[in-house]
């Protein structure tokens, strides 16, 4: 079955589609993933500035939430229609859309609700093509924290593996998914990924990019003390996982309470600390889990000061790769992933994994919206697979026309 998952994360800069043909294989033991490729396409400016707008702690209105609805789902069914014409050839089957979190209602180190913006009906018109949306609010509504749910894709990767291994994707906020040596499997927010460094960008630089470009501020900086003294004693990072958080508590404010004070801060050196600050708050959630190799995507892999920060932190006997490695390109790892749990929706399987999200259970996630046709499941296996194999994509002769 060919599958487009479509994702756009914490960043809110661009939504991503990615294309996979997925089949289930050894008895439904396994799923088989061919990686088709992969689009994004950047939101345009006035839809991004109405959604920066509305975010927490910024008021908003319900006209507001309505129209950013509507807007965001425009937007995600033209990618979609893309996809599924330029990676799939016309033949898509399925669409599955994270959409756009906007709230995660979060305290305590629980989690209340979840909201994800961007109407899947938009996207079933436009295409034709049923959709599976709305995946996080079924984990939550279990108890769980409704993130991250890329982990049971990661657990599906890194089983059989040796050793510890573990995967880290570092977007607006950063998330682990680790298989410790002994004791169950374990995944939870670590803190900010890029959240407080594209802040602090759009501050400092203002008029730039919106982000420090492949670290170029935080390279010609210095670490201030101080300064990652005062964000390390966030409470967030000492809560015990399963944990979950987002822009609701890394935004703009956050970086200006912590900088009151340290008024003449060079801009290189608040990006500096920012910068260390998310690679030692990743590698603290990963010291006591004994990781021996550490699978990293997500756009923070493309700011090699962090990457390099991140080196450091880890231990020295601790792999740090690229999720390459395993198949899925750092960059597409999550839309493939939402391809995966919404293909798994589609035949009635689970697509959390109840240890790392702490729901009471498995559950199958996200609604299902028809598309043109009549809308008919497929049948599934009784039990979901327990292995992801990702196989070479086709030759550029051999794709579909």
């Not at 043109?372 to 990702?390: E, I, K, N, T």
Request: overall charge neutral; glycine content about 14%; hydrophobic content about 45%.
């Amino acid at each position: 079955m060919r599958v487009v998952g479509l994702m756009s994360g914490t960043s809110y800069d661009a939504i991503d589609a990615a294309a996979a043909d997925l089949a289930f294989t050894d008895g439904g033991d396994a799923l088989r993933l061919v990686p088709l490729g992969m689009i994004s396409a950047p939101y345009e400016d006035t839809l991004r500035t109405a959604l920066a707008a509305a975010l927490p702690p910024t008021a908003t209105t319900l006209a507001d939430v309505c129209a950013l609805d509507t807007r965001i789902g425009q937007a995600f069914a033209a990618l979609a229609v893309r996809a599924d014409r330029e990676l799939c050839g016309s033949q898509a089957e399925l669409i599955a859309s994270h959409g756009q979190t906007v709230y995660h209602w979060a305290s305590g180190g629980t989690v209340h609700g979840t909201l994800q913006l961007g109407r899947p009906a938009w996207i079933a018109e436009a295409t034709g093509r049923p959709v599976v949306a709305d995946f996080r609010p079924g984990d939550v509504a279990a108890g769980g924290q409704g993130a991250p749910l890329v982990s049971l894709i990661d657990l599906m990767l890194l089983r059989g593996r040796p050793g510890a291994p573990a995967a880290l994707n570092i977007g607006g906020i950063a998330n682990v998914t680790a298989l410790p040596a002994s004791g169950p499997p374990l995944a939870f927010d670590t803190g900010p990924g890029n959240a407080l460094l594209d802040a602090a960008a759009r501050r400092l630089a203002p008029g730039g990019p919106g982000f420090d470009e492949g670290g170029a501020l935080a390279a010609t900086g210095r670490v201030h003390a101080p300064l990652l003294r005062r964000l390390l004693a966030e409470p967030y990072y000492r809560l015990p996982a399963p944990k979950t958080t987002g822009k609701e508590l890394f935004h703009p404010g956050h970086l200006d309470a912590a900088l009151a004070g340290f008024g003449g801060l060079p801009p290189q050196d608040v990006m500096a600390t920012l910068t260390r600050l998310t690679a030692r708050t990743v590698a603290d959630g990963l010291g006591p889990l004994g990781v021996t190799e550490v699978f990293a995507s997500g756009g923070g892999t493309r700011n090699p000061v962090l990457m390099a920060a991140l080196r450091e932190e880890l231990p020295a006997d601790t792999a740090l790769l690229d999720s390459g490695v395993l198949g899925l390109p750092a960059g597409a790892k999550e839309a493939y992933a939402f391809a995966v749990l919404g293909f798994l929706a589609l035949h009635g399987l689970p697509g959390n994994a109840p240890a790392c999200t702490g729901a009471r259970g498995p559950r199958i996630l996200g609604s299902l919206t028809p598309g043109r046709g009549p809308l008919r499941l497929p049948p599934g296996p009784a039990y979901p697979p327990a292995s992801l194999v990702v196989v070479p994509p086709p030759t550029e002769g051999s794709r579909p026309g």
